[in-house]
T-cell receptor
Framework: DTGVSQDPRHKITKRGQNVTFRCDPISEHNRLYWYRQTLGQGPEFLTYFQNEAQLEKSRLLSDRFSAERPKGSFSTLEIQRTEQGDSAMYLC?????????FGPGTRLTVT | DQQVKQNSPSLSVQEGRISILNCDYTNSMFDYFLWYKKYPAEGPTFLISISSIKDKNEDGRFTVFLNKSAKHLSLHIVPSQPGDSAVYFCAASDRGSTLGRLYFGRGTQLTVWP
């Protein structure tokens, strides 16, 4: 079973550093989503790809955030000049049929 | 702007009894609803979904009911088991939108005790 995978699972970084996360979706899914979840909240939408095209970005995605999906397969999410407020679980999901299937997430802690 | 609301942050149920988790939404364009279960340090796991053309969908111990006029849905778990203890998220989407993003509630922590 090749579900959605994310790497790394945990990342601790110092404020001001750059971090990059990777997501590998389910292979036959052409739609890929990034969400962010903070404590006590449900996942919040960040951005969406259909194949390699980034079709939508939330206003939560400041200009320090960038996401790519260069060949329509895996995706990366980069955060530049991290801030303590960026500490959260970053979730990737791919869509097949009606449902979205989530990866295990990357837990980011900015110290 | 919380378009999907789960007003009960927690629910405690005895093993073998029914668990009922509730969810309300405000956007009348939502036409597809999902429930996810989440354990700590893991991503949400898809449980069950329902389209707005139905009012009930059942899968084993899990049943989702949809009341469109009230903009309300509920998840019933019968019988509840200790392994069901987790956070349950309600989510909704507008499938007519090419985006297909999900809107989530804040979750309900279910605890099933022996």
């Amino acid at each position: 079973d090749t579900g959605v995978s994310q790497d790394p699972r945990h990342k601790i970084t110092k404020r001001g550093q750059n971090v990059t996360f990777r997501c590998d979706p389910i292979s036959e899914h052409n739609r890929l989503y990034w969400y962010r979840q903070t404590l006590g909240q449900g996942p919040e939408f960040l951005t969406y790809f259909q194949n390699e095209a980034q079709l939508e970005k939330s206003r939560l995605l400041s200009d320090r955030f960038s996401a790519e999906r260069p060949k329509g397969s895996f995706s990366t999410l980069e955060i530049q000049r991290t801030e303590q407020g960026d500490s959260a679980m970053y979730l990737c999901a791919s869509r097949g049929g009606g449902g979205q299937y989530f990866g295990p997430g990357t837990r980011l802690t900015v110290t | 702007d919380q378009q999907v609301k789960q007003n009960s942050p927690s629910l405690s149920v005895q093993e073998g009894r029914i668990s009922i988790l509730n969810c309300d939404y405000t956007n009348s364009m939502f036409d597809y609803f999902l429930w996810y279960k989440k354990y700590p340090a893991e991503g949400p796991t898809f449980l069950i979904s329902i389209s707005s053309i139905k009012d009930k969908n059942e899968d084993g111990r899990f049943t989702v009911f949809l009341n469109k006029s009230a903009k309300h849905l509920s998840l019933h778990i019968v019988p509840s088991q200790p392994g069901d203890s987790a956070v349950y998220f309600c989510a909704a989407s507008d499938r007519g939108s090419t985006l297909g993003r999900l809107y989530f509630g804040r979750g309900t922590q279910l605890t099933v005790w022996p």
